[in-house]
């Protein structure tokens, strides 16, 4: 199952990460683990791409969440309908207890696509209000910890490159470690 949402010229902005989950056969997991390093290596050849996060099972799981992010829409696009991902694929499939099911999420929507299709869309409330918990706290934290940096290279604290500086931080926190974190621990919250 793949579901492309609806192009726009903002999510070509904001960048667009393919979620794809995979369920793998109990006896398979340590081949899927070889191979999961080989499609991950061939990825990052690709233009666009920006990162890979896995969510591995719990043990005695069989479930794999794997989030490859890229910085615009028709990069993740080319990676998913390439011949390579193909190839790969196909090494693979008789491991998987199930077709693979594949989305291209773009920019923020990705924190908040629901983990199962019973789930609700959280409402938009409740993203701003997890969005704002999330990115207050990091807009007084930040600033702080490349203060002595700032001290040391006027440069680097010129008006312009410290926010530059700060604001990298501050995204570069919330994609890869807070946020994905978050709506974990929060999700029977905000998907119901």
Avoid: C
């Amino acid at each position: 199952m793949t579901k492309h949402p609806s192009d726009s010229s903002s999510s070509h902005r904001e960048g667009a990460t393919i979620r794809i989950h995979h369920r793998v056969r109990a006896s398979a997991r340590d081949r899927y683990e070889t191979w999961l390093r080989q499609i991950i290596e061939t990825a990052a050849r690709f233009p666009g791409h920006l990162g890979v996060h896995i969510l591995r099972p719990p043990e005695g799981g069989q479930d794999y969440e794997i989030a490859v992010r890229f910085s615009n829409e028709e990069d993740a696009r080319r990676w998913r309908e390439s011949e390579q991902r193909r190839e790969l694929m196909a090494t693979i499939h008789s491991d998987l207890q199930q077709d693979e099911t594949v989305e291209i999420l773009s920019g923020i929507d990705y924190w908040f696509t629901p983990p199962n299709v019973t789930s609700k869309q959280p409402t938009r409330w409740k993203q701003w209000l997890v969005t704002t918990a999330v990115i207050w706290p990091l807009t007084m934290l930040i600033p702080l910890l490349w203060q002595p940096l700032f001290s040391l290279s006027p440069t680097l604290g010129a008006w312009g490159l410290r926010h530059g500086l700060i604001a990298a931080t501050i995204v570069a926190l919330m994609v890869y470690a807070v946020m994905p974190r978050v709506t974990r621990i929060l999700a029977p919250w905000l998907f119901r």
